[in-house]
């Protein structure tokens, strides 16, 4: 599977500039994108799922289907868990998802109600399959949603901010059963502004700020440009009031003269420091606070 988007933009009626020039190719596997709140994000989802149509720029799957022109068969391989997935009161866990498979054009009830039942047992709810959907826990409601998504063999899976409102377990355990899906032959497109989300399971990533295309890579890529650019610093209580003025802080612990703070900067001129390995946030908080504004206002 591959996506390949070219020249996208999306201008909408009011004016705003929400995607400019994108071009990206997305393979199989798992990808994240990654942007802040309003970076772009939605937008390029709701353009992916046909929800929308760009203002601009041309999106085509496997060379083969154009999405302006194959909407049709494009909207076939499609699965989507919107942002607010919701559902209707008074379904049973199973009601539900035998109602979607039916509105995905599975006519045929045995095949159907397997596939229910299978689709229920690979995101752990089997149990709850005779519970009222709306009386589960917000964890097994996005599990739900992620079933329905799944019900109809979907291609390119498409998950808006997947995480939102889950506890630490449920979000790990969440990660894992996208991450189990993303080994078969699928695209799965994984929107959030929380790099934990994406830092262990995708292979790829693209950085949305302010509707352009920031960064694409995979994460150790997006890792090494922060390399020698984050330091641990020991600092007095003094330096500490300067150092948040001056730095991009990501943590800050008290400590025997002060505080131990880890900042991004390309230099700590005049404090006593040392750089340390960058992870993935480390990376992002980089990326975002000083490359991009350094290009924004150059
Ligand atoms: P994200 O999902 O990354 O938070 P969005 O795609 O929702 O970003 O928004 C990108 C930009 O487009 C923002 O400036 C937002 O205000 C604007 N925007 C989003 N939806 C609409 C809309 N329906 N009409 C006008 N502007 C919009």
Not at 73 to 80: D, K
Not at 205 to 222: C, H, R
């Amino acid at each position: 599977m591959k996506i390949s988007i070219e020249q996208l933009n999306k201008i909408y009626t009011n004016g705003n500039w929400a995607l400019k020039d994108i071009n990206l190719e997305i393979p199989n596997g798992m990808f994240g994108l990654l942007g802040p709140n309003g970076a772009g994000k939605s937008s390029l989802m709701r353009i992916l799922v046909t929800l929308m149509k760009p203002t601009n720029g041309k999106v085509t799957v496997n060379d083969q289907y154009d999405l302006m022109k194959n909407r049709r068969e494009i909207r076939a391989m499609l699965g989507y868990l919107p942002q607010d997935f919701r559902f209707f009161a008074k379904l049973k866990t199973w009601e539900f998802l035998d109602y979607t498979a039916r509105l995905a054009g599975m006519k045929n009830r045995a095949r159907r109600e397997e596939a229910v039942d299978r689709m229920l047992e690979e995101v752990g709810l089997f149990e709850a399959r005779d519970r009222n959907a709306n009386r589960l826990s917000g964890g097994m409601k996005r599990r739900l949603g992620i079933a329905q998504a799944l019900i109809n063999d979907p291609k390119i899976i498409i998950v808006d901010e997947p995480t939102t409102g889950l506890d630490p377990e449920e979000r790990i355990r969440f990660r894992n059963l996208l991450s189990n899906i993303s080994t078969r032959d699928v695209i799965i497109i994984l929107s959030t502004h929380i790099v934990g989300d994406i830092s262990s399971t995708c292979e790829n990533v693209a950085l949305l700020n302010k509707g352009k295309l920031a960064f694409t890579g995979s994460p150790s890529d997006l890792v090494r440009e922060a390399e020698g650019k984050v330091w641990q610093i020991q600092a007095t209580e003094k330096e500490y009031l300067e150092i948040n003025d001056k730095f991009p802080v990501i943590t800050t612990i008290p400590s025997d003269y002060g505080w131990e703070m880890q900042v991004v900067a390309d230099e700590i001129n005049g404090y006593y420091g040392k750089p340390i390995e960058p992870n993935l946030e480390h990376a992002y908080v980089y990326f975002m606070e000083k490359k991009l504004n350094q290009w924004t206002s150059a």
